[in-house]
């Protein structure tokens, strides 16, 4: 099976523009996560994602939205970019029974100037 | 508010050696304690999990020790490989929920 594929690997913006980063789950995988890796705040939770319904969300402002698409493919936007929101963002897949392992993709690495 | 205390923040140990990484937590109905590996340019990969009903999990090198009463548990690497330089994560989550709340994170290095 492949694993989970994130799209774009690398991105530069600039403070005030837009980002759509895009995520495919490993196949059969219905819940997908979102998190958002830095150095001084670790990994955090931004929302998942289980059959098109969001069913969780983190602390995150609501610049940060996400969506899933019917073949569970997902993404993330990010409006109006501040320069705190350069990250690695990481998406992960698991299937359908909860607190099952989750596969990690290799990220988007997002800087933003 | 950080609910995953993660501890050492680096470590250093000599091939051969067995290398220990210790996590707290504070939230009680946390029942689902995973480790992740994460090597540089890759996302995290799962390494061992333990739920609360038992109070260790092998698995060939790595050990889970729990301790349900402390709130604690930690991972232990036995005769520690250069390969198993990388950074490492401790995270918790509750039933029926995939938020995984992580730890800070240790960056192990393996010496010959």
């Known amino acids: 099976k492949a694993g989970v594929t994130q799209t774009p690997r690398y991105l530069i913006k600039t403070r005030g523009q837009q980002v759509t980063l895009s995520c495919s789950p490993i196949s059969g995988h219905r819940s997908v996560s979102w998190y958002q890796q830095t150095p001084g705040q670790g990994l955090q939770f931004l929302f998942e994602?289980?059959?098109?319904?969001?069913?969780n969300k983190g602390n995150f402002p609501g610049r940060f939205s996400g969506r899933q698409f019917s073949n569970s493919r997902s993404e993330m936007n990010v409006s109006t970019l501040e320069l705190g929101d350069s990250a690695l963002y990481l998406c992960?897949?698991?299937?359908?029974?909860?607190?099952?392992?989750?596969?990690f993709g290799p990220g988007t690495r997002l800087l933003v100037l | 508010q950080q609910q995953v205390k993660q501890s050492p923040q680096s470590l250093i140990v000599q091939k051969g050696g067995i290398s220990i990484i210790n996590c707290a937590y504070e939230n009680t109905a946390f029942d689902y304690f995973p480790w992740y590996q994460q090597f540089p340019g890759k996302g995290p990969a799962l390494l061992i999990a333990i739920r609360p009903d038992v109070s260790e999990k092998k698995e060939g090198r790595f050990t889970i020790s729990f301790n349900k009463s402390a709130k604690q548990f930690s991972l232990h690497i036995m005769d520690s490989q250069p390969g198993d330089s990388a950074t490492y994560f401790c995270a918790a989550s509750m039933v029926g929920n995939e938020k995984l709340t992580f730890g800070t994170g240790t960056r192990l290095t393996i010496i010959p």
């Open positions: 994602y289980f059959s098109e319904t969001q069913r």
């Open positions: 992960a897949s698991s299937s359908t029974v909860t607190q099952e392992t989750q596969y």
